[in-house]
């Protein structure tokens, strides 16, 4: 159960880690401050990867808030990824 605990920790470490990396690049990407198309590609699988979590938070915040041009869905989708795993987590280690 701990290695199972471990997996989860460090699989939603790595999905933080890609919400991080696609925040900084869809500035970048978003304002044409690059035409490296090696950034596109990578903001590309980023958001391929993360989108399916992202998009259903982007959803429950327009729906119950009224945002600014602000995106907070990768943020709050950061927040919420966290409070699961840790959530799991601890669960895991009270089974073991």
């Known amino acids: 159960m701990v290695l199972v ?3 989860i920790f460090w699989m939603g470490r790595l999905f933080d880690y ?3 990396g696609r925040a ?3 500035w970048v990407v978003g304002m044409n401050m690059t035409h490296n198309e090696t950034v596109a590609k990578i903001y590309d699988a980023l958001f391929k990867f993360t989108e399916p979590i992202v998009s259903p938070v982007r959803n429950l915040i327009n729906r119950f ?3 600014s041009m602000i995106d907070w869905s990768v943020f709050a989708t950061m927040i919420l990824v966290g409070v699961v795993v840790r959530v799991v987590v601890q669960l895991l ?3 073991a």
């Open 5 to 7: 605990a471990q997996a």
């Open 18 to 20: 890609a919400l991080l």
């Open 24 to 26: 900084i690049l869809s």
């Open 65 to 67: 808030f009224r945002t």
């Open 93 to 95: 280690l009270m089974l």
